[in-house]
């Protein structure tokens, strides 16, 4: 899988240096990284705040990134009078800015959602989700409730949904619409005009449901109506061979630490290409089953049952663990970065938000939850910054990364969540 | 045969327009993925591909059955239906496939008016498990007609309306319908509904024609016509595809897609064991319950079990048979106890490289005894229990620890004697004596009563009547799913499956032609969970 990055045409430039496409400014993504257990205080906080903080145990495999990333320490995670679900109030906090009252169910759309409704439109796929440890559910992806949008959970099958059947490759001079495309189309014009009949007699909550499958539909008729239209592009990138065959994706590490660079470098063509502008991409399911051969425990059940290092004051073999997250959270970064479009990279024009479930693992706090993004948003989002424990609601984040992405929203987040300013500095 | 074979037995359709007035929509199933391919493949035949992903369920109350009634279809959930119903139904007219159609059409290049309805109402017949009304039929006719006339092309006209059958939610979804009963007090499921219901629960598969047929006369409705076709399917190899069905969702099989062992500890567990095992585990349970009609309590004692060449690999048993599959019987002193000494249960519920007699314990009194455990406190300080340098040295003794604090006890005091019992099996479910060169000690007590080992804990819930009771709990829900029941009576059912010296047929029999499970209380719209806000 070739990703070729060649020089850039200077004449594609405006005077302000931001590349033109037929006038059109290069689309800002958004993409979410998730990882379980989060990281250990001690080891990933640096002690400045600002631009010149000191490179940190946990963020080293970051480092070269430093200049694109921002930090967040000390963000507060108040549940009201929810329950702390444990691995879960605190994704759920931090991609929807609400509390939620049970486990495993969002009360409104994700933050990937709610930007690629702004973000999203007129592109094949509003957002594509991929888990790097084989599990379709591990995804933190959702238009609300219990229904998450399933995670490809394989190199291929990611390949096959991106760049698979409806797929046509932009990068090459004989594109054409697929006339099978509008055939397909006008079954599904037929399909939604049946909801008049589907919804009589329903109750309440299956009127909702059948609500939601028309609203499925609906996004795949626009998905079909994107399919019939050339994307423009920048990025010279080279659409990769389809696999001959899946490799074994699970939680040990070694296979981790294959497949996520290898979904990464798949979510970053798609973006490239155009075929969607979310990208969300876990590893670890929140209770990280994440485990190195020959290690019993694995990361998650050594977060309750390794001892705290009386000398380090750490558990040793968790903060390994938390370092490894790192590294996967770098592999994407460097295959977003490797795709020069425009005035800059993938990644410049994008803004990624990694997260997690637990500040403390070992006694589940969600307070002090770590939040790193990385991505300048064409440039609409200062980076390079650590923003130190000024007490924020984690919802802060959010509500700032929506402000540099063009979401029109004054407050976002409910609750003792609910936020009203952004972190103004960092808006360009 | 594929249901389409038998073309013309049964067909044409039922003129109406609508559902009646006072019949209403109780529980909206989402197909699973076995019931979506099952269907396809016994309505157009196996040759038929089914070529795509489904979106997961969600295990909730013990069954992921139970989660079919909320969850709804995500846009990525429907792309892939979507793309699955245009490459079925392109197969389905392909020129090799043609021959099996109802009819053909005068002309290839024209819309047959004649042969497209013929077509499009037997399909809509077989994909919906109910007639299609007159003004569903014209409207499917008519996207055929258009496209055809687009196209001057007649399958690809029909294609696209076998492409819209697949793609409705009538389809999509096993919708059951309520009407008022006999004593207009209570609502009772139609004729089709319950044809649906019994064919999903006891061959995990769309209802065939008879049942169709039993539906469409009215046969459902009457005692003895009911009673007729429970006995029909029952007698039928079918049922244990059903019951299959069930085991794997009740025994939580589906745990096995996100386990992974460690290659290293552990490099006997290779590619493939988790499906051996899974079959294995289903194999006896099926070969006990439905084949040898045996006491339902002995899947937790017998030594009689199934094997392939790969799981004698782990359990060190010489395999010597020709074919792929042997039954096997283990020896008095193997120390294994029915299913719970599969290697099914006991990897599923341990770590990749390690047990963990808490997991083990906590998923048998979910599955075995209906006992489901709360999460532990969050604050909860694991110091002492799991600090493999505190003076508790081996970790029973730092499991023990737990019964020193109330809040802890509480739940571990029922999960991990459960689970200690088992500690003479490692994480893939190989036999040991020592752990980490302490000798096993599987002795346990729960509420008075003392054990030791597998054996010991397989007779503590051979013998509890919990667990007989806690089998058709889920049985029962896995039936009815998200439907309401306007009776909660059971009793008969229940004494009928105990007299029958616990049968899993004289359960499924005596649930199947009760009138009680087919009943239905409204939905009650604030009790039930919405899929979306």
Not at chain 1, 103 to 131: L, M
Not at chain 1, 210 to 226: G, I, K
Not at chain 2, 444 to 458: D, N, P, Y
Request: glycine share 8%; charged share 20%; aromatic share 8%.
């Amino acid at each position: 899988m070739a990703v070729m990055g060649l020089p850039f045409l200077d004449c594609f430039l405006n005077s302000k240096g931001q590349a033109q496409t037929g006038g059109r400014p290069l689309p800002t993504r958004f993409g979410t990284f998730f990882w379980g257990c989060g990281l250990t205080h001690s080891l990933w906080i640096p002690k400045k705040a600002g631009t010149d903080w000191e490179m940190t145990t946990q963020l080293k495999p970051l480092e070269p990134f430093r200049k694109k990333l921002n930090a967040f320490s000390g963000l507060r995670v108040p549940l009201d009078s929810k329950p702390n679900g444990q691995h879960w109030s605190g994704l759920a906090a931090a991609s929807t800015g609400i509390a939620p009252a049970r486990s495993g169910e969002f009360e409104s759309k994700t933050i990937d959602q709610q930007v690629a409704e702004v973000i999203g439109k007129g592109v094949r796929f509003r957002s594509v989700a991929a888990s790097a440890s084989g599990d379709p559910k591990q995804s933190y992806s959702s238009l609300g409730g219990s229904n998450a949008l399933p995670a490809e959970a394989t190199p291929l099958s990611l390949y096959l949904r991106l760049f698979g059947a409806g797929f046509q490759d932009p990068t090459k001079g004989d594109w054409k619409p697929d006339p099978r495309i509008l055939l397909q189309k006008s079954v599904l014009s037929a399909v939604a005009e049946d909801r008049h009949r589907v919804m009589q007699n329903l109750g309440a909550a299956d009127r909702a449901r059948m609500d939601q499958y028309f609203t499925s539909v609906r996004q795949t008729e626009l998905q079909m109506e994107a399919e019939l239209q050339r994307p423009t592009i920048e990025a010279k990138v080279a659409i990769p061979e389809a696999p001959s065959k899946d490799i074994l994706v699970n939680n040990a590490w070694p296979n981790l630490e294959v497949v996520t660079p290898l979904m990464a470098r798949l979510g970053a063509i798609a973006l490239a290409t155009d075929q969607t502008r979310v990208f969300n991409l876990s590893v670890s399911s929140p209770q990280n089953q994440m485990f190195k051969p020959g290690d019993p425990l694995g990361f998650h059940q050594s977060t309750h049952e390794e001892g705290v290092d009386p000398k380090l004051g750490y558990q040793v073999r968790v903060a390994q663990y938390n370092l490894e997250s790192m590294q996967l959270f770098a592999a994407l970064l460097k295959e977003l970065d490797a795709i020069q479009e425009g005035d800059g990279t993938l990644l410049d024009h994008s803004v990624v938000m990694a997260f997690t479930d637990q500040s403390y693992a070992r006694i589940h706090s969600v307070d002090g939850l770590p939040v790193l993004t990385a991505g300048g948003a064409s440039g609409r989002l200062k980076t390079g910054y650590h923003v130190a424990g000024d007490n924020s609601p984690v919802s802060r984040v959010g509500l700032t990364l929506q402000k540099a992405l063009g979401v029109s929203v004054d407050s976002w987040g409910k609750d003792s969540l609910q936020v009203r300013t952004p972190y103004t500095d960092l808006l360009a | 045969m594929a249901l389409s074979v038998m073309l013309g037995i049964f067909g044409g359709t039922v003129a109406v327009d609508a559902l009646a007035a006072d019949s209403q929509v109780v529980n909206l199933r989402r197909l699973t993925e076995k019931e979506y391919r099952n269907s396809i493949a016994d309505i157009f035949g196996k040759e038929i591909e089914v070529r795509g992903t489904f979106e997961p369920t969600k295990r909730t109350n013990g069954l992921a059955a139970v989660s079919t009634s909320f969850l709804s279809v995500t846009p990525v959930g429907f792309e892939s239906f979507s793309k699955m119903a245009s490459d079925i139904a392109a197969q389905v007219t392909a020129e090799s496939y043609r021959a099996k159609l109802p009819c053909a059409p005068k002309n290839l290049k024209a819309h047959d008016e004649a042969c497209s309805s013929k077509i499009l109402a037997h399909y809509g017949l077989l994909l919906f498990r109910r007639p299609l009304s007159g003004a569903e039929l014209d409207n499917r006719v008519g996207l055929a007609r258009r496209i055809t006339e687009q196209s001057g092309d007649f399958y690809a006209g029909l294609r696209s309306s076998l492409s819209m059958l697949l793609q409705l939610p009538d389809f999509l979804f096993r919708s059951e319908v309520a009407v008022p009963a006999g004593d207009g007090k209570q609502l009772t499921l139609d004729s089709y509904s319950r044809a649906t219901l019994l064919s999903f629960l006891l061959w995990n598969t769309t209802p065939d024609l008879e049942l169709l047929r039993a539906a469409q006369s009215g046969e459902m409705n009457t005692p003895a016509g009911l009673t007729k076709q429970v006995d029909r399917l029952m007698a039928s190899p079918r049922l244990v595809a059903g019951m299959r069905a069930f085991f794997e969702d009740m025994l939580q099989l589906d745990t096995f897609d996100t386990v992974s062992k460690d290659s290293l500890l552990y490099p006997k567990w290779g590619s493939g064991m988790a499906e051996s095992a899974r079959e294995e585990t289903l194999r006896t349970v099926t070969g006990l319950a439905l084949q040898d009609n045996g006491d339902i309590r002995d899947l937790m004692t017998t030594r009689q079990t199934y094997l392939d060449r790969k799981l004698a690999v782990l359990y060190r048993v010489p395999f010597a048979f020709t074919g792929d599959w042997v039954k096997y019987e283990f020896p008095a002193d193997s120390g294994r106890s029915g299913i719970l000494t599969q290697i099914s249960m006991l990897s599923m519920f341990s770590h990749p490289g390690r047990t963990s007699p808490t997991k083990r314990g906590v998923a048998l009194a979910d599955i075995f005894l209906c006992l489901p455990t709360p999460d532990p406190p969050n604050d909860v300080d694991f110091a002492e229990v799991n600090d493999s340098n505190s003076r508790l040295k081996t970790l029973r003794q730092r499991l023990m620890a737990h019964a020193n604090n109330k809040v802890c006890a509480a739940c571990h005091d029922r999960s991990d004697p459960l689970g200690l019992s088992l500690e003479a099996f490692d994480t893939i479910g190989g036999y040991r004596t020592m752990d980490n060169g302490e000798p096993i000690d599987a002795s346990a007590t729960i509420q008075g009563r003392s054990f030791i080992g597998a054996q010991g804990l397989g007779q503590y819930l051979h013998d509890s009547p919990r667990y007989p009771a806690c089998v058709a709990r889920r049985l029962h829900s896995y039936g009815r799913s998200g439907r309401r029941w306007a009776s909660e009576d059971f009793a008969d059912t229940y004494k009928a499956f105990q007299d029958s010296g616990f049968r899993l047929r004289a359960l499924l029999r005596g649930m199947a032609v009760s009138e009680s499970f087919y009943s239905s209380a409204p939905p009650a719209e604030a009790e039930k969970k919405v899929a979306l806000k």
